[in-house]
């Protein structure tokens, strides 16, 4: 498994949700469940705006916890997560 997950990291993915100023809306939560159900993971970036009242890390707790997904990585601006039906296939 823990190949498996190393070989995610190093698989090139664009952020395909950017969260703004308004924080972690309803929209953004849906489309993320939509995008990991059809994928199994995806790049989440948080724009600077965001950053006024939140750190990168608690936005991605948000999401990983109202999305039932994993965080694999935070770098930057940018969190990497796994759904958790994914993660169970490759163990």
Same mark, same amino acid.
């Given at each position: 498994?823990?190949?498996d +997950?190393?070989?995610?990291?190093? %698989? $090139?993915l664009? $952020?395909?949700? #950017?969260i ?5 809306t ?7 469940i939509?995008? +990991?159900?059809?994928?199994g993971?995806?790049?989440v !970036?948080?724009? !600077? %705006?965001a950053l006024?009242?939140? %750190?990168?890390e608690?936005i991605?707790q948000?999401v990983s916890?109202k999305?039932d ?7 930057? #601006? ?10 169970? %296939? +490759? !163990?």
């Amino acid at each position: 498994m823990r190949r498996d +997950l190393t070989q995610m990291r190093k %698989t $090139p993915l664009k $952020p395909t949700v #950017h969260i703004g100023k308004n924080g972690v809306t309803d929209a953004q939560i849906k489309e993320i469940i939509k995008q +990991l159900e059809a994928r199994g993971k995806i790049k989440v !970036k948080v724009l !600077k %705006t965001a950053l006024i009242s939140e %750190t990168v890390e608690s936005i991605a707790q948000k999401v990983s916890s109202k999305t039932d997904s994993r965080i694999i990585q935070i770098i930057g #601006h940018t969190s990497h997560f796994i759904s958790q039906e994914k993660e169970e %296939t +490759l !163990k």
